[in-house]
């Protein structure tokens, strides 16, 4: 995958014979001497899913829009799985940021309220951005796979690694309300051993349990929001549904303060 490394820093007029001609109706006059960058190619395909979902981002109309020859980009992509990958993974890195950002706003000590902000952030971020939401945590793209720890997998772990350290954080302070592991049917308790692992979370698998369910629950009830299936209930209002189902799933999580 990405045929050549010099994606980030090569101009597209390098692209020599594969620039179509100024007057061509096929080139894009704003875009028409853009760096042709990661950057430049996630925006050209994330215009794409916006407009078409999944099946609109392809190599001839990324290349079109971009005012080069689909052979041209080729030569910095090698199909439609690379751009997939790079939209998936930018799409990932954005909803960690937005999350991230949300937690400057809280007090270090106070793991609850810094629980509450992310959750809420990811939620907003969704409902801003449904296509993009949707191509990282909807149904998988048929026919496309992401690269073995490749930049999605690892845009994934970043994303885990945020919300593991904030159920690490609420294990420390005794607000997690984990469950003792022989509780956990072999195979489940192994898995989460090595969720774990591969997220580096000091925990056992009875207090990884709760933050699956909380990232499980968290998803299924933005999914649902984003997709307009409460709309038969709520209408287009449904925030305080919304609310008070975190509300109930920050009960089911937290263990009461200590006083």
Do not use: K
Request: one cysteine or more; glycine letters at 8%.
């Amino acid at each position: 995958m990405f045929t050549d490394r010099r994606l980030n820093t090569v101009h597209s007029a390098r692209l020599g014979g594969g620039i179509l001609p100024a007057d061509s109706p096929e080139r894009p006059f704003s875009v028409a001497s853009a760096p042709l960058t990661t950057e430049v190619l996630v925006a050209t395909s994330r215009a794409l899913l916006v407009e078409g979902g999944a099946d609109a981002v392809v190599v001839r109309e990324v290349a079109r829009r971009l005012g080069v020859t689909a052979p041209a980009l080729y030569r910095y992509v090698s199909g439609r799985d690379d751009l997939l990958t790079l939209l998936i993974a930018a799409c990932t890195e954005e909803a960690t940021s937005v999350c991230m950002e949300a937690l400057e706003g809280c007090g270090i000590d106070d793991v609850e309220a810094r629980l509450r902000a992310a959750t809420l952030a990811f939620r907003a971020w969704a409902l801003a951005h449904p296509s993009e939401f949707g191509l990282v945590y909807g149904t998988p793209i048929l026919h496309y796979a992401a690269p073995e720890e490749g930049p999605t997998v690892e845009a994934g772990r970043r994303f885990g690694r945020l919300f593991g350290s904030l159920f690490v954080d609420l294990l420390e302070t005794r607000r997690l309300r984990a469950i003792d592991d022989a509780l956990l049917p072999p195979a489940v308790r192994q898995a989460l051993v090595d969720t774990a692992a591969r997220l580096g979370l000091p925990m056992r698998p009875g207090e990884v349990y709760p933050f699956v369910v909380g990232w499980h629950r968290m998803l299924g009830i933005v999914s649902v929001e984003v997709t307009g299936h409460l709309h038969w209930a709520f209408g287009g209002d449904t925030t305080a549904f919304i609310h008070l189902q975190f509300e109930e799933l920050f009960d089911d999580l937290l263990l009461p303060v200590v006083r």
